[in-house]
């Protein structure tokens, strides 16, 4: 058994998973701006990948934030329902790292000239995915680690 679906056991969190969701979605308006403004992503031709892309990141991230919310629920000890400081913790770091891995990442690809020959919406993709897989992998690696901390067998 796995320690990830410890609240999942314990009564369905649908409103806890609607929460991060919607922070999930609601991140996506900084990058948004930046992919329309900076990038110049929105054109017919980049409509469908950018979407694509979007949501891709929308899921990533609700997934990671529960995660990670599921670690701080074994780090906390507490496992109510009606405790809403391990979800809005989540969310709150989850979406810091992402912006810093996103903004970061655009901007040392920036400097590089090969970077700016790419089409826009290839631009943004790259800094998705890269900023994406670095809190997936940061996630899994929290979890892994709380749960060897605090006993919880996987």
């Not at 009606?82 to 912006?99: E, G, H, T």
């Not at 943004?124 to 940061?138: E, N």
Request: aromatic share 14%; charged share 10%; proline share 3%.
């Amino acid at each position: 058994m796995s320690n990830l679906n410890i609240q999942w056991k314990l009564g369905k969190p649908f409103g806890i998973l609607a929460i991060l969701a919607s922070f999930a979605i609601i991140s996506q308006i900084p990058i948004i701006y930046h992919a329309r403004e900076i990038l110049g992503v929105i054109n017919v031709i980049y409509l469908p990948a950018y979407i694509a892309i979007t949501i891709a990141s929308v899921f990533i991230l609700a997934t990671a934030e529960m995660i990670l919310y599921e670690s701080l629920l074994v780090r906390l000890r507490s496992y109510d329902v009606k405790d809403y400081r391990a979800p809005f913790l989540a969310s709150s770091i989850i979406l810091a790292v992402y912006y810093i891995c996103y903004y970061l990442t655009y901007t040392i690809l920036d400097s590089v000239e090969l970077f700016g020959i790419q089409d826009p919406v290839a631009q943004y993709a790259l800094c998705q995915m890269i900023g994406l897989v670095l809190i997936m992998i940061a996630t899994f690696w929290y979890n892994k680690r709380q749960s060897k901390v605090f006993g919880v067998q996987s």
